[in-house]
């Protein structure tokens, strides 16, 4: 039994929540009928994928508070389907397990993993390591990592630089202003798609990545937006990880207030330097780094993953049995977004290559974005302009019809939450109070602790949190909801929650 990742933690909360198929990573691999695998030999290969990465074969269960990784009582094993649909939108059982399924639907094998076991680079290993096994080789054996704890040891010798790094960064984000309304969800739910390509142009000392980051700031900042903020996925793979499957990738903010008047390559410029700053931290997860930080499925209504693709990275005794196993669909959907607005790319092309090779998949909630073709066609538009001049204004880049066209609908700033009452005025006389006081203290590993001390300023977390929730309701028969305890974060707070 082994102790999840702090980051794994975050997922497994906000799980419990209610997200939908929003942590589901499929893989859809169409074969052509007459060179498809044999069943058998296909079957077989799985079952060499999943011993060879056995964080597969893993299930989450919690003791005391803590989720941990456990065997699954079953292990995977290949099964036939109906549908790509339902063998991607089929729950996972976190706590039986296994967090990984193999559906083989006519000539078309579906994979899914669960996000807490996998990440997008895992699935160009998946997929080659499947490819070698079911053309009868057998991959480079690999060292055994404990990928939870490699992570935990470096979350915590980071996390005060961590700390002092986003106490000044840090807003919670608001609405963002799109044409005809605005995105401000940060949950995980239901979701349609929309794809289209990219043409992301070379700029001088910026990455591909870089430079459409940018460009997306930009965008945002052309419909209104004063200040911006993004969620990107960041890459944690360090080089023992290398080959290994895992969920080796962390959220993190990016913010910005765009210079209408500034030239993009100043702007990018700068962004650049605030992204290589914060990969200094990029294996915190916020939630540790930040007091008090609600659980959410998304950091920011607006996220942006970019990878690159197998094509770009040059292993090419890996990627040519990977190409002829089958028709790979690396971004395929699992009909869910995280936040309003999600946008997957996969960048094909190799280094030094200008032709076409970004595939865009823009996963969002349709009750707020309500013009997706509008919101791709923009940001090509900007990214064509880039490509002319990169020293164009930013607020030159889109052009003023486009935005007189989707008329941008004024948002009122969100309204401040007034304060929660934190217990003021409960009996704190009453015995519940004083065995809920050693459960902090016990948690916490700090004595006394008063009634009106915040736990976010005792430096609790949501970690911490779910700890003292399941020590209290199995040793005082009573049970705080998550949201309760954010909203009153003190002895006497919970004890008002359950005397109400």
């Given at each position: 039994m082994t102790e999840v990742s702090s980051a794994q933690h975050g997922m497994w909360v906000t799980e419990r929540m209610g997200v939908g198929t929003a942590y589901h990573m499929p893989i859809v691999i169409r074969f052509d009928?007459?060179?498809?695998?044999?069943?058998?030999?296909?079957?077989?290969?799985?079952?060499?994928?999943?011993?060879?990465?056995?964080?597969?074969?893993?299930?989450?269960?919690?003791?005391?508070?803590?989720?941990?990784?456990?065997?699954?009582?079953?292990?995977?094993?290949?099964?036939?389907?109906?549908?790509v649909e339902e063998a991607v939108r089929r729950p996972f059982d976190l706590e039986n397990g296994p967090l990984v399924r193999f559906t083989l639907v006519g000539d078309t094998l579906v994979i899914v993993a669960h996000h807490l076991v996998f990440d997008g680079g895992s699935k160009d290993v998946l997929v080659a390591d499947l490819a070698a096994f079911a053309a009868g080789a057998v991959p480079p054996p690999l060292e055994p990592v404990d990928h939870a704890a490699g992570r935990r040891d470096r979350v915590a010798a980071s996390l005060g630089a961590a700390r002092?790094?986003?106490?000044?960064?840090?807003?919670?984000?608001?609405?963002?202003?799109?044409?005809?309304?605005?995105?401000?969800?940060?949950?995980?739910?239901?979701g349609r798609l929309l794809e289209f390509t990219l043409d992301v142009p070379e700029a001088p000392g910026l990455t591909r990545f870089e430079v459409l980051l940018a460009a997306l700031h930009a965008l945002l900042m052309s419909y209104g937006n004063a200040d911006v903020v993004t969620a990107i996925d960041l890459s944690t793979r360090t080089a023992e990880s290398e080959g290994h499957?895992?969920?080796f990738v962390n959220e993190l903010p990016v913010f910005s207030s765009p210079p209408p008047d500034a030239p993009f390559v100043?702007?990018?410029?700068?962004?650049?330097?605030?992204?290589?700053?914060?990969?200094?931290?990029?294996?915190?997860?916020?939630?540790?780094?930040?007091?008090?930080?609600?659980?959410?499925?998304?950091?920011?209504?607006?996220?942006?993953?970019?990878?690159?693709g197998p094509a770009a990275y040059g292993r090419d005794s890996r990627e040519r049995p990977a190409e002829a196993f089958g028709q790979v669909d690396w971004l395929a959907f699992n009909h869910a977004v995280r936040g309003a607005l999600q946008l997957q790319v996969l960048d094909r092309r190799s280094?030094?290559?200008t032709a076409p090779g970004m595939t865009a998949s823009l996963r969002y909630a349709p009750g707020e974005l309500t013009d997706p073709a509008g919101?791709?066609?923009?940001?090509?538009?900007?990214?064509?302009?880039?490509?002319q001049d990169p020293a164009r204004p930013l607020e030159t880049l889109l052009p003023r019809e486009s935005v007189v066209a989707s008329p941008v609908r004024a948002v009122p700033a969100p309204a401040v939450p007034e304060a929660e009452d934190t217990g003021a005025g409960v009996d704190l006389d009453d015995p519940l109070a004083a065995e809920?006081?050693?459960?902090?203290?016990?948690?916490?590993?700090?004595?006394?602790?008063?009634?009106?001390?915040?736990?976010?300023?005792?430096?609790?977390?949501?970690?911490?949190?779910?700890?003292?929730?399941?020590?209290?309701?199995?040793?005082?028969?009573?049970?705080?909801?998550?949201?309760?305890f954010f909203d009153n974060p003190t002895i006497a707070g919970v004890l008002q929650v359950i005397r109400r």
């Open positions: 009928g007459s060179r498809a695998p044999d069943p058998a030999v296909l079957a077989k290969a799985c079952a060499g994928v999943v011993e060879r990465h056995p964080l597969l074969g893993r299930a989450v269960r919690e003791h005391d508070g803590v989720p941990h990784l456990v065997p699954a009582t079953r292990p995977p094993s290949m099964e036939t389907g109906d549908s002092a790094f986003w106490a000044d960064r840090w807003r919670e984000p608001g609405d963002t202003v799109v044409p005809g309304g605005a995105l401000r969800s940060r949950g995980g739910g239901p499957i895992g969920p100043t702007f990018a410029a700068g962004l650049r330097a605030e992204l290589r700053s914060l990969y200094a931290y990029r294996e915190v997860p916020l939630a540790r780094a930040v007091a008090g930080l609600r659980p959410h499925a998304a950091l920011a209504p607006v996220s942006v993953s970019y990878r690159r280094p030094g290559v919101f791709a066609d923009d940001l090509r538009a900007v990214l064509a302009a880039i490509a809920i006081r050693a459960i902090w203290e016990e948690v916490l590993k700090l004595a006394p602790i008063e009634p009106h001390d915040d736990i976010f300023d005792l430096g609790g977390h949501s970690l911490t949190i779910t700890q003292i929730i399941a020590r209290m309701q199995k040793r005082l028969g009573v049970e705080v909801e998550l949201d309760d």
